[in-house]
């Protein structure tokens, strides 16, 4: 056909005539298939390349490739810096407490540090009654005196030393004495909560017994380990339990909520709270958390709890608790959180990965602050089974899978005053 | 000077400005952002945000300073000029914060007056005749932008020297011969790809851009095989 299209004889053929009224007719519906193809072909490209494009803004925002650096990250590398006493407040920051509110202020004098609640950081009805404030002070302290006799310094700690002043915590005095750089000091830049699972190995009792001597020259604090099969299956359905007690209480869930940074822009404002870094997340899991829309309180309240089922509790290999003779004794408390401090300053040299778990505690305060029934507080007293003690903290410890991220923390500047 | 120069020329002035406006407003983020973050966007990396807004305004300033010719723009020109600076207004509204509004609004105002300088349909064969090639280089902008939101300093290296071989290579494919053609596509894509395979983005965006200029590599060869020689 396409000879007799291009034969000099063929116009004068009818049927040639007839071919070639079809074949343009015929060509321009191949080229109209065509272009209709190449038309769906490229605004299916269009659609993909502009998905791309969302993905790799979101990467940006919220700074999937670089999490972990930048000004709400910079504390965890300037904390040895300062040789003096700003330096001991460097280190304070970077202590363990409730939800990363950073529940503090300090006073810093040429003779010492004075160490201060602030109020409006407390965490709502997750800390009904101030428990969580107070130890997470206490591991602040716990920092400010190893910082201190790191630097050359004999720290003289006096709790509540104005009983009239409750927010004022502590006078930490500065006198010169021996450097004592000590394992405890160094570990604090590598002290993280981690949440992801731990491996199936078992912490050696020598561990254990390692951790348990923190509580040396600390008076009216214990801890209760629960090392078993059996007690680690009962000490994980109470933190369950008490999981889920939280996320069914709609206060308590907002409360949590409020502390939760879901975005990078959020963590930039904000500089506390805790992240999508701190969950103990795989990479690609944590990738696809950042870049996905952020989540309802819902969809987060579930998430814990499906973690807290899954991670926690199942891979835990063993839960300590602080214990205490009275829970509401600010003393107590605060010594509380010291031990707490070096206990996780002790298992990050021996490679353990710890997690703070304190969800038993803020149903049990929950439930006395409502005046409600305690259901919690005689479940886990009879966990403890010690008479005169009760439980002021819980952690769980193991080998981790992978390494903790870290938490961002407000700069110094924020926290003097 | 007629309607349609005077316009290219008042796109000028904007673009100018606009250009201008954001070169400072990359320096003040890139050395005053964190001290005022409120107005640079709570960034968690300033300096590398702001040396990218710094590049992209210079960008639009060689964008603008074209549109400054005495004749009006051949179509494809006004197309060039056209991307030149809607890429840069479009994207230092997440590198800058506040800081841009200003440059952004001068910056599209100068883009709607180059696109009116002149009659529209003449801009769509270039434009159709260019889409492929323009997603891939659309795509290499994007693999700069993730890469100055990155660290440590090597990736974000190979982030940005890549994402700047994907933004000019498609523009090559007629000029280079095929093997250098797939060796800078690679390049553009794959090393990017393997040091953050984590984050999902960047294998996706490789993928993708090698499954577009692959096609539209062949067909430029296949158009002018004499040129290829």
């Known amino acids: 056909m396409n000879d007799n299209r291009t034969s000099p004889d063929a116009s004068e053929s009818p049927e040639t005539a007839e071919a070639q009224a079809v074949m343009p007719d015929g060509a321009a519906a191949a080229v109209s298939r065509r272009s209709v193809l190449k038309g769906i072909g490229v605004g299916a490209a269009t659609v993909v390349v502009a998905g791309t494009g969302v993905l790799s803004y979101r990467v940006f925002d919220n700074g999937v490739l670089d999490a972990g650096s930048g000004k709400p990250y910079d504390a965890w590398s300037h904390w040895r810096d300062d040789p003096g006493p700003l330096g001991t407040v460097a280190a304070a920051i970077l202590a363990a407490n409730p939800h990363n509110s950073q529940p503090w202020f300090f006073h810093v004098t040429a003779s010492g540090v004075e160490v201060f ?8 009805t997750l800390d009904s009654l101030g428990r969580e404030q107070h130890i997470g002070l206490g591991c602040a302290i716990e ?15 006096t709790l509540l030393p104005q009983p009239a002043n409750p927010a004022y915590v502590a006078s930490v005095a500065l006198t010169r004495g021996p450097v004592n750089v000590s394992a405890l000091y160094d570990a604090i830049g590598s002290r993280h909560s981690n949440r992801g699972p731990y491996t199936t190995a078992a912490v050696p ?30 000490v994980g359905a109470l933190m369950i339990e008490a999981a889920e007690a939280i996320t069914a209480d709609g206060q308590q869930s907002r409360d949590a909520f409020a502390w939760f940074r879901n975005n990078r822009d959020d963590i930039n404002t904000h500089m506390d709270g805790l992240t999508l870094d701190g969950q103990g997340l795989a990479p690609l899991t944590l990738s696809l958390a950042k870049i996905l829309p952020a989540e309802s309180r819902a969809a987060g309240d579930k998430f814990w709890v499906d973690q807290t089922r899954t991670v926690h509790t199942k891979t835990a290999a063993a839960y300590g608790v602080i214990t205490v003779a009275d829970t509401s004794d600010p003393v107590l408390r605060l010594t509380g959180g010291r031990l707490l401090e070096r206990i996780h300053l002790a298992a990050t040299v021996a490679g ?15 439930e006395r602050a409502l005046g409600k029934p305690a259901t919690f507080a005689p479940a886990f007293d009879a966990l403890i089974a010690q008479p005169g003690q009760l439980p002021l903290a819980a952690f769980r410890i193991g080998y981790p899978v992978r390494s903790a991220r870290l938490s961002p923390r407000r700069p110094l500047k924020d926290v003097i005053r | 000077m007629t309607a349609r120069l005077s316009r290219q020329h008042i796109a000028a002035s904007l673009g100018l400005a606009g250009a201008t406006l954001g ?50 723009l051949r179509p494809s020109q006004r197309v060039l000029v056209a991307v030149g600076l809607l890429v840069p207004a479009g994207l230092c509204f997440s590198t800058v914060g506040r800081l841009w509004y200003v ?13 009116a300088a002149g009659g529209t349909s003449e801009l769509w064969p270039v434009i159709r005749r260019n889409w492929i090639r323009g997603l891939v280089t659309l795509l290499g902008a994007f693999e700069i932008l993730m890469a100055v939101s990155a660290g440590p300093l090597v990736t974000i290296a190979v982030g940005v020297i890549g994402g700047a ?43 993708v851009a090698l499954t577009l200029a692959f096609p539209a590599i062949r067909r430029a060869h296949k158009r002018d095989p004499a040129q290829n020689a």
């Open chain 1, 117 to 124: 609640a602030d109020p409006p950081r407390r965490t709502g």
């Open chain 1, 143 to 157: 920092n400010l005196a190893l910082a201190a006799a790191a630097r050359g310094y004999q720290p003289a700690i």
């Open chain 1, 205 to 234: 009792s020598t561990a254990i017994n390692s951790l348990g001597a923190q509580v040396a020259e600390l008076d009216g604090v214990a801890v209760r380990w629960f090392t078993t099969e059996a007690g680690r299956a009962a």
């Open chain 1, 352 to 366: 353990l990965g710890l997690q703070h778990m304190n969800q038993i505690t803020e149903r049990i305060d929950r």
């Open chain 2, 23 to 72: 070169v400072l407003a990359g320096l003040i983020q890139a050395t005053a952002g964190s001290r005022i973050p409120d107005w640079t966007g709570h960034k968690g990396s300033p300096v590398a945000l702001g040396l990218l807004t710094v590049l992209l305004s210079l960008a639009a300033l060689a964008a603008a300073l074209t549109l400054r010719n005495r004749a009006p």
């Open chain 2, 103 to 115: 440059p952004g609004i001068l910056l599209l105002s100068s883009l709607g007056l180059t696109v």
């Open chain 2, 165 to 207: 071989v994907l933004v000019v290579t498609p523009w090559l494919a007629d000029r280079a011969k095929p093997a250098t053609i797939l060796a800078a596509l690679l390049i553009g894509t794959l090393p990017f790809a393997a040091l953050t395979y984590w984050s999902v983005a960047s294998p996706v965006l490789a993928v």
